[in-house]
């Protein structure tokens, strides 16, 4: 009797990316600054407490000055963060000297609507600059200026 060798080769196969399902998103690798979704009125953003190890206090009371505020670990749900567990941020979300931090919509408009003002007031300034200069015995300055917009959310986590 012939001893049948390659028995594999006669059973039938399946391409395995078939029978693997596969879902319609792509993966892409976690965040370190994962946020919980911003509370109803609110936005939030990270705010360094410390850069390359070294404390900047500096930096976290002129962000609560303008009206950042740390959002406690417990207004959130299910959402898994990392939570301080010592120090002034005791209770506090933060990672990796970042704490997150949070304030109310109608303020956070309030300051982008200001900053808007201030760059408006920048560039007009510029074009009367250049016309001054122009005026003063100068070269003739030619002005081109472009701009862009993107549309996208109003409100976001980093918005600034």
């Known amino acids: 009797m012939v001893e049948k060798r390659n028995v594999r080769a006669q059973?039938?196969?399946k391409n395995s990316r078939e029978l693997d399902a596969r879902d319609d998103s792509s993966w892409k690798p976690p965040s370190l600054l994962d946020a919980p979704p911003a509370r109803p009125g609110?936005?939030?953003?990270?705010?360094a407490t410390s850069i390359l190890g070294k404390e900047t206090p500096d930096n976290v009371y002129k962000r609560k000055r303008a009206g950042w505020e740390p959002r406690p670990a417990d207004t959130i749900g299910d959402f898994a963060?990392?939570?301080?567990?010592?120090?002034?941020?005791?209770g506090c979300i933060g990672v990796?000297?970042?704490?997150?931090?949070?304030?109310?919509?109608?303020?956070?408009?309030?300051?982008k609507a200001y900053y808007n003002d201030k760059e408006k007031e920048q560039n007009m300034s510029l074009g009367?600059?250049?016309?001054?200069?122009?005026?003063?015995?100068?070269?003739?300055?030619?002005?081109?200026?472009?701009?862009?917009?993107?549309?996208?959310?109003?409100?976001?986590v980093m918005d600034d």
């Open 42 to 47: 609110m936005v939030q953003r990270w705010i």
């Open 96 to 111: 990796e000297g970042m704490i997150l931090c949070e304030m109310p919509e109608n303020r956070f408009k309030k300051m």
């Open 128 to 156: 009367s600059d250049l016309r001054m200069a122009e005026k003063a015995g100068g070269i003739p300055i030619q002005e081109t200026r472009k701009s862009s917009v993107s549309h996208g959310r109003d409100l976001s």
């Open 11 to 13: 059973e039938s196969q």
């Open 81 to 90: 963060v990392p939570t301080l567990n010592h120090g002034q941020w005791d």
